[in-house]
């Protein structure tokens, strides 16, 4: 987009001194975090905003007392995950630990 004397105008300048108000924007329809911030500034055609630029954005915020922050459990993929590597790391302990205990015996005799 070109300014009054036809040069290009510099986006990210303009974009600098929005970004805490577009965030706050867009956080306001309704609570997120931060990839899903940055994807829904880039929806709405903030398509040059850089993840650095949003993800410090929402730490200043946070720190000014502008934004909350709260843990809420992970998806049912997660907690399917979450069984699945703890059965594996089980069956992977016991087959070291069998290997393990073994060769002690062995190495006793």
């Known amino acids: ?8 105008v510099d986006t990210s300048q303009l974009l600098k001194g929005v970004l805490d108000i577009a965030v706050l924007a867009v956080l306001a329809q309704e609570d997120s975090y931060g990839y899903d911030v940055l994807r829904r500034l880039r929806d ?4 040059g905003v850089g ?7 929402l730490r200043r915020l946070y720190q000014a007392g502008a934004l909350k ?3 809420v459990p992970s998806d049912d993929r997660g907690r399917s995950a979450l069984v699945q590597s703890t ?3 089980g069956s992977f302990t ?3 630990d069998h290997l393990l205990n073994g060769r002690s015996s062995a190495n006793a005799r």
């Open 51 to 57: 993840d650095a630029s949003v993800y410090g954005t």
């Open 87 to 89: 059965e594996t790391w």
């Open 94 to 96: 016991r087959a070291l």
């Open 69 to 71: 922050s709260y843990v």
């Open 1 to 8: 987009m070109p300014n009054a004397n036809g040069s290009p």
């Open 44 to 47: 709405s055609g903030l398509e």
